[in-house]
């Protein structure tokens, strides 16, 4: 019985999707509880979904899925398949966290502190999410 899952059972891919799930964890924390309170811009397509939260209210989450929509269709002609597939996973993964931490409590309101620590968290989650073959 242990033999047939483990032939169905692809080890290296568990641990690459635990590993995106892990790290989206780590940056939606860092966004909700640093970056957002203390109204500090991110970089790339979070960065743009932030500014838009600022301007017009809208939810980071959705602006976050809605932006990376056009880039998972360019990508689909550019890039492999599974590098696409990892990307949409941690996409989806760092929608549903930033909308689960929301109410999680603003760790400093130093904004260099914020700025900082926002720094170190979302590239210890960025790195895992590389590591794992995401983006």
């Known amino acids: 019985m242990l033999r047939r899952f483990r032939d169905y059972f692809n080890w290296r891919l568990f641990k690459h999707f635990i590993g995106i799930i892990i790290g989206a964890t780590i940056v939606s924390i860092s966004i909700n509880t640093l970056i957002i309170p203390n ?18 209210g809208w939810p ?5 899925l809605l932006l990376n929509l056009p880039l ?10 599974d590098f696409l597939v990892f990307s949409v996973v941690g996409v989806a993964v760092l929608s549903a966290t930033l909308s689960l931490t929301t109410q999680f409590p603003v760790l400093t309101d130093d ?4 700025a900082i620590f926002g720094g170190v968290l979302t590239g210890i989650g960025m790195g895992i999410i590389f590591r794992s073959r995401g983006s």
Do not use: M, N, Q
Request: proline letters at 0%.
């Open 72 to 81: 998972f269709i360019l990508g689909l002609r550019l890039v492999g398949r």
């Open 39 to 56: 109204e500090i811009a991110d970089g790339g397509i979070t960065g743009i979904a932030i500014v838009l939260h600022y301007l017009f």
């Open 60 to 64: 980071v989450s959705w602006a976050v």
């Open 111 to 114: 904004k260099l502190l914020a």
